[in-house]
């Protein structure tokens, strides 16, 4: 599947400033590319409460996220990212599956997301062991994502990557 991410990062990679380990820095941009991790385990999605700390959705509920803003493979992101928020290493992953990309727009905050989702399918439960981005998980089947206050365009997102995965 060619998502064009290589050629989108290029572009931002160029446009954008840069933090001084190198890694783009996306906070007053009007776009910006991300990933979306969807871990399941089970019938069970993990959703994540953004600490009020985080620059962008605080108190929100959310799906494991972070910028792409380096060059590296996809699923180095998926595994750094869920790593590094709740403790969750590729050794238990069942299967890791890449999703078409998704735009979502947010008036609200006047960007552009181009997300990137992945669903990770754990093969054996894990207690997530949250970093300093988030004040609290539930796993939730995906009929109740719509009684959590997440953040804007999630809901969606994650059912239509979903469907996407079941879809195969």
């Given amino acids: 599947m060619d998502t064009g991410l290589g050629k989108a990062l290029e572009r931002f990679d160029k446009e954008l400033p840069h933090f001084p380990d190198g890694r783009i820095d996306y906070s007053d941009a009007d776009s910006a590319l991300a990933l979306g991790i969807i871990v399941l385990n089970g019938d069970k999605l993990l959703l994540v409460k953004r600490s009020r700390e985080v620059g962008f959705y605080p108190g929100k509920w959310n799906w494991i996220s ?47 997301w181009f997300i990137y989702p992945a669903v990770v399918v754990l093969a054996s439960e894990v207690a997530p062991e949250l970093d300093w981005e988030a004040e609290g998980y539930a796993w939730v089947i995906p009929a109740q994502l719509s009684s959590y206050e997440t953040v804007p365009g999630v809901t969606d997102s994650i059912r239509a990557a979903l469907a996407e995965y079941r879809a195969g």
């Fill in 66 to 112: 972070g910028f792409i803003d380096e060059q590296k493979p996809l699923r180095a992101f998926v595994e750094q990212e869920l790593y590094e928020e709740t403790g969750i290493s590729r050794q238990y992953f069942r299967e890791l599956f890449f999703n078409s990309p998704i735009t979502v727009g947010d008036d609200g905050l006047g960007k552009t």
